[in-house]
């Protein structure tokens, strides 16, 4: 049941479905039609019309029943694609294996003489096939299965030698199991959808294939028919009797587009990235649907976010991201926001401008303003205008978000040129002056750089130059230096330290990192399982840390110097966010939790400079 969901989540693969079943079983109940004999001439009755009495869509050059032959050919049509589908999946993909799993010479030599079938087009291929071996159903099943075994061998192949190298085909051959084992318990399961989805994309070219050998004398031979000879026999009276030709195209047609549409929904089902809406063509912006009323406008910081709330809506599941978060931060502050992977940091920093994929997230309430305006209300238009103009983000790896087949020049060039109307030469000009401003060495020479010329903490000052390029009055630093060395690392946040002191900037900045806290921010959030736990100024929540989750994270940090301490760890889990726990989330994890923490609604107590989610706070001196 969750595949055929997931299928008929893709409306054109439902309707590909549809057809297709339809199709099937008029076929199959084709034998019990009241049909006359689909071979019965009668040359009285030549060219009928469609509608014609006894004969509903009309009769072929020698009187024959139309739509008889069309059922009867398409059941031979639909047997042929499927067969020989099967077939060379069969064989191609046997082919594909072997020569992944064993490489060396066995692989140079399958694969050499695969290449030798697909230098020739694929249907002179299947007539020299036919030709050598004589007209006949039987020998084009034959042909088209042959052109087509290349296809599977190739694509399986490439799939296979990703395989074979990996820690679990080891594990297997160390275990003692032999090659054929091995390829069948552990290869085959891995590559066994990837073969499906090939079969059900190629089907469709296959009815086509048999039915150009058909239309050409090849296949079916009479006074048999299928699509193809239909087609083939009623091209003489194409001009004087189009309904003779019409009606088996128009079949071949829907079988077609029917295959291929629901071959696509068959692939997208297959991917589990589906299940979660990563496969849906995204909006532009995230989609926002308020269920209560929006918070009053306050004046907090330059921007502030008032009760945000984010769910993933991934079928029956509702995933509560972000649950009635607050925050706001002023210019030239810096805000950090810190908690464990999963408590829902990212997305509250996503939220802020509708980044977040839709589908399948969703913002479900609160407000976000900037400068007074909501902009959950914005259009997608005045979002766009601010997004990079206003609001900047640096990303977490700069690798995944910079193009690789563009210079950092031309895009830090596009970069600029999206909100200001200026020519390249001067957008060029700013783009150099980027580069120095975040200390890039050689920076005339490094415009002219790809990404992966460039080292890793390269590649980060280029993502904070492409945040700086329009003059932004907040940035959102989602997690910038977690891939980095100590070293670079800190040179990444003297680097923003120091730009937020001179350029008066916002920061908003995600770690999980508590000495990245000291270092650089003025106050600290405390995410878990989406909600706020703890903020206040990050020296205060440092020394004396009120909730007991930000007490167990600050006791994991290790310490160098000073004599030896048992480094600490939170034990469990935290908790899944679509079940989560009455009363406190963090309960199940904590030694000082009662009977209370588990029980109803715990609000963020307190205010500036200090506020804690909690019943039995650590004591604060």
Known sequence: MTFLRLLFRNRLAGLGAVILGIIIILVTITPLLPLPDPNATATANRFLRPFSEGHLLGTDHLGRDILARLLYGTRISLAIGLVSAFFAALFGSAIGIIAGYF?????????????????????????????????????????????????????????????????????????????????????????????????????????????????????????????????????????????????????????????????????????????????????????????????????????????????????????????????????????????????????????????????????????????????????????????????????????????????IGDQLVEAIQSHNNTSTKEARTKALELLKSVRIPNAPERLDNYPHEMSGGMRQRVGIAMALANDPEVIIADEPTTALDVTVQAQILTLLDDLRRERGLAIIFITHDFGVVAQLCDRVAVMYAGRIVEEGQTKAVLDAPAHPYTKRLIACVPELGGGRRELAAIPGLPPVVDRLPEGCAFAARCDKAQDACHRGYIPLNGHAPRAVRCLFPEEVV
């Open 103 to 407: 490489g060396g010479r066995i692989d140079n030599v399958i694969m050499r003489l695969i290449d030798m079938l697909m230098a020739f087009p694929y249907i002179l291929l299947a007539l020299a096939i036919v030709a050598a071996l004589g007209p006949g159903l039987m020998n084009a099943l034959i042909a088209v299965a042959a052109v087509n075994v290349p296809f599977f061998a190739r694509n399986i192949r490439g799939i296979t030698v990703s395989l074979a190298g990996r820690e679990f085909i080891d594990a297997a051959r160390l275990a003692g199991l032999g090659h054929t084992r091995i390829i069948l318990s552990e290869l085959l399961p891995n590559v066994l959808p990837v073969i499906v989805i090939g079969i059900s994309t190629t089907v469709g070219w296959m009815i086509l294939e048999t039915a150009g050998l058909s239309f050409l004398g090849l296949g079916s031979q009479p006074p048999n028919a299928d699509l193809g000879s239909m087609l083939g026999e009623a091209r003489a009276a194409l001009i004087t009797a189009p309904h003779t030709s019409i009606i088996p195209g128009i079949m071949i047609f829907l079988i077609v587009m029917s295959i291929n549409l629901l071959g696509d929904g068959v692939r997208d089902a297959l991917d589990p990235r589906l299940k979660s809406g990563a496969l849906t063509r995204p909006r532009a912006t995230t989609r926002v649907d308020r269920k209560g009323p929006v918070p009053q406008a306050d004046q907090k910081g330059l921007l502030n976010i008032q009760s945000l709330e984010t769910q993933f809506h991934v079928g029956p599941r509702i995933y509560r991201a972000v649950n009635e978060v607050s925050l706001h931060v002023s210019a030239g502050e810096c805000l950090g926001i810190i908690g464990e992977s999963g408590s829902g940091k990212s997305v509250t920093a996503l939220s802020v401008m509708g980044l977040v994929a839709s589908p399948p997230g969703v913002i479900t309430g609160g407000a976000v303003r900037y400068d007074g305006e909501d902009l959950l209300d914005a259009s997608y238009e005045r979002l766009r205008q601010k997004r990079g103009n206003n609001v900047a983000y640096i990303f977490q790896d700069p690798l995944a978000t910079l193009h690789p087949l563009y210079k």
